[in-house]
């Protein structure tokens, strides 16, 4: 009866625990980079730039590149839309304030902004990756491809933007909001002579 369930069953099979093990790694070395979020942006550039410098020199996988550019086009509007969205949804749970008088709620993302930058940095070391394979390297001729994606940018944007000026929200923070309105009681008060 030692063999079921217990002990026995990973003792049986290491590969799976081996493997179980190097993840649990990943993982924590992938949580200790959470809060610094600086230096995870940069080597994210790093990555790309790598990346761009590759695509340059082997000249060619500008099929990988353009999925991948519209791939990062996918998170970058997930990045910078509201969880719930106000013109689909009425729902009971937290909104965008569209009036100024409705109580402030803060932005919530579709795509929070770690895991925006993991499927980012996990997106460009696949394409790194891909550039080794020539079976990823089909012919084609790329400044077609990159206008498409520059008029599928703009578009994408421009509704993006009309959205967010629609129902009235920012999707970055842009430093601490200051309360300007006892700066005139402030002013009076001292003015008493007491």
């Known amino acids: 009866m030692e063999g079921i369930g217990g002990d026995g069953a990973s003792v049986a099979s290491p590969l799976p625990r081996w493997g179980h093990d190097a993840w ?9 980079t959470t809060p610094h979020a600086a230096y995870r942006w940069i080597g994210t550039l790093v990555i790309a730039a790598i990346y761009c410098l590759w695509v340059y020199y082997v000249q060619g996988f500008y099929i990988v590149s353009y999925g991948l550019g519209i791939y990062l086009l ?4 997930g990045f910078l839309s509201p969880l719930v969205d106000p013109e689909l949804e009425v729902s009971d749970g937290p909104l965008l304030p569209t ?17 925006f930058w993991y499927s980012m940095t996990k997106a460009f070391c696949i394409a790194f990756f891909m550039t080794f394979f020539s079976v990823f390297d089909v012919p084609v001729f790329w400044p077609i491809l990159l206008c ?3 008029v599928l ?10 959205h967010m000026i ?15 309105g006892k700066k005139a009681s402030a002013s009076s008060s001292g003015s008493r002579g007491d």
Request: aromatic content about 22%; hydrophobic content about 35%; overall charge positive.
């Open 99 to 115: 009036k100024g008088s409705d109580e402030f709620k803060p932005f919530i993302r579709r795509l929070p902004e770690f895991k």
């Open 148 to 150: 498409y994606w520059i």
């Open 74 to 77: 996918n998170l970058l509007i």
């Open 166 to 180: 629609k129902y009235k929200y920012i999707p970055f923070n842009i430093g601490k909001q200051k309360y300007t």
């Open 153 to 162: 940018f703009v578009l994408t944007m421009r509704r993006q933007i009309a």
């Open 24 to 32: 649990r790694i990943y993982q924590y070395y992938l949580d200790k």
